[in-house]
């Protein structure tokens, strides 16, 4: 590393400060990390045309060269592989470049066609590029003097998302957040806040507050009520239908029973795709419901949100415009790189009234150094000024500027980019349910079409008595071998035992879901269950 400083003489003067070395460094590193990823991403393209492979009759052996989606080895035995330590004295660049082709080895492509396993997969090239322009500013986006430029863009970004969803009021639009989690939690401070605004210094008092979503919801609900004291008691699981989707008539009931018991009800958690069947609950239903007691209605659009994009999808978001929050994740369906989460909001006030302390060696003025009637962040008197210290609307403030990896995608695809990219997404996960439903060695467990990009399905589905477990050691076995097969996925609980869900995405191809439902087939047909 090079040092700026120059060092004094014996006499005590300066002695000439060596110049910066610092460009020169970076290109040097980037030019060598550059080819590593290059590489990487390209195993992966090359490892496509392999998949194909099962469409033309070929049958896989289990001495085919490994898969360039994961060189696997128990945690103890990659231990071994690595010997990572941190060294007492630096190694540099040959140092550096060893241990990025051990994580490049021994890590997961998600450039990999195979990788079909989560909510997310590869990020695209511009990801990368964006990704790349964030760490080299390696600014915070908690107050505009030292990101000005970040700040205008998120403000602007969650704006535009906000007006998709049908936020278009004065004071609409939103902030990042560090994952779907967060957002969700962060909304259930703001709602509280806002709703009961004394609790913000005084706590709960006497006041048992409770709050609801699906039985399918996510989890970080729950964990949020731990994380803020309402307990995992308070929250109340809402009955789902058949589809999965909850119940508009059981969460009025939920609601109402809970006041007949003295309880606080404020918040209702709506999920938008939900994480195993990608089920889209009644929003404007739930909407009504929420109107009718005077309750913050939230919308975990993780997952699902960005349907917002497509005209054949976005009827299943109808009534969102009515929710008072809305997470979305743009690194899951939109393949932007890990994390790009937002939290948008009918009224942005909401978040800076909720979240706002006095910190003065932060915050010092809202504009130009104007005045401010000692209130954080420049809020005068209405409420009508317009916030620019982001950190000042979220729990952190440590805040990086994730909002500009969407905002860059964004511009290079466009926004029919985007309607395509979803699109396309939709028709593989269409595509793969038509293959399961036509073979009668499958079972579909979800609908046909799916509702998201996850296909939950059984392989060789059996009844009777100790059918659940055998059919949860069918899934779990076949999912363990087909990862010598170039695929990863996952499995979920069910009533009848672990089925399969497989996630696709915008850059799934048809072929990748031939050469999937091939390879269980082959996979089940030779294993002894």
């Excluded at 195993?43 to 492979?53: H, I, T």
Aim: charged share 20%; glycine share 10%; with cysteine.
């Amino acid at each position: 590393m090079t040092v700026p400083n120059g060092t004094s003489t014996s006499n005590g003067t300066l002695a000439k400060q060596k110049p910066l070395q610092r460009a020169e460094e970076a290109n040097e590193l980037l030019d060598t990390v550059k080819g590593l990823v290059v590489d990487f991403i390209r195993a992966a393209d090359l490892d496509a045309q392999r998949k194909d492979e099962y469409n033309s009759g070929s049958k896989h052996s289990d001495d085919a060269p490994a898969s360039q989606l994961l060189d696997y080895h128990s945690p103890k035995a990659l231990q071994q592989r690595l010997q990572f330590a941190l060294p007492e004295h630096g190694l540099g660049r040959d140092g550096l470049v060893s241990i990025i082709q051990d994580v490049l080895k021994y890590g997961v492509n998600t450039w990999n066609q195979g990788f079909l396993d989560k909510l997310y997969a590869s990020p695209t090239p511009v990801g990368i590029a964006a990704d790349m322009l964030l760490s080299s500013l390696n600014t915070n986006v908690h107050i505009y003097q030292v990101s000005p430029a970040l700040t205008i863009i998120e403000r602007e970004t969650c704006k535009a998302m906000g007006s998709m969803f049908g936020l278009t009021g004065p004071f609409a639009g939103g902030i990042s957040q560090p994952g779907g989690s967060a957002a969700n939690q962060t909304s259930m401070v703001v709602a509280r806040n806002n709703l009961f605004p004394e609790t913000k210094s005084d706590g709960y008092g006497r006041r048992r507050f409770v709050l609801f979503t699906s039985e399918h919801g996510h989890y970080s609900v729950d964990k949020a009520a731990q994380m803020f004291g309402f307990g995992s008691k308070a929250v109340r699981s809402v009955p789902v239908d058949e589809r999965g989707c909850m119940r508009a008539d059981a969460l009025n009931a939920a609601i109402e029973k809970a006041i007949s018991d003295g309880e606080t009800p404020f918040y209702v958690n709506a999920t938008a795709g939900t994480t195993v069947l990608g089920s889209f609950d009644p929003l404007n239903e739930i909407a009504d419901v929420c109107q009718k007691h005077n309750l913050w209605m939230h919308v975990d659009g993780s997952w699902g949100g960005p349907i917002v994009f497509s005209e054949k999808q976005r009827h299943k978001l109808k009534g969102i415009e009515r929710a008072d929050s809305i997470a979305i994740c743009p690194h899951k369906m939109m393949n932007v790189p890990l994390t790009c989460s937002l939290l948008l909001g009918k009224d942005s006030r909401q978040f800076h009234k909720a979240m706002t302390l006095p910190a003065g060696y932060l915050f010092h003025s809202n504009d130009d150094n104007e005045e401010t009637n000692g209130e954080p962040n420049g809020e005068l008197n209405g409420h009508d000024e317009e916030f620019w210290d982001l950190g000042d609307l979220t729990p952190q403030c440590g805040r990086r500027g994730d909002s500009l990896k969407l905002a860059l995608s964004w511009i290079y695809y466009g926004t029919e980019g985007y309607t395509a990219y979803i699109d396309h997404g939709f028709e593989i996960a269409a595509h793969l349910a038509d293959l399961v439903v036509s073979n009668p060695k499958f079972s579909l467990v979800s609908e046909n079409p799916p509702p998201c990009l996850q296909v939950c399905f059984y392989f060789n589905k059996q009844s009777g008595g100790s059918a659940s477990r055998t059919n949860s050691r069918t899934t779990a076995r076949i999912k363990d071998a087909l990862l010598k097969r170039g695929f990863m996925i996952d499995y979920a609980p069910g009533d009848e035992g672990s089925f399969f869900r497989v996630v696709v995405n915008g850059q799934t191809r048809k072929g990748t879901v031939d050469a999937l439902v091939s390879a269980i087939e082959e996979v089940g047909e030779t294993m002894k269950i």
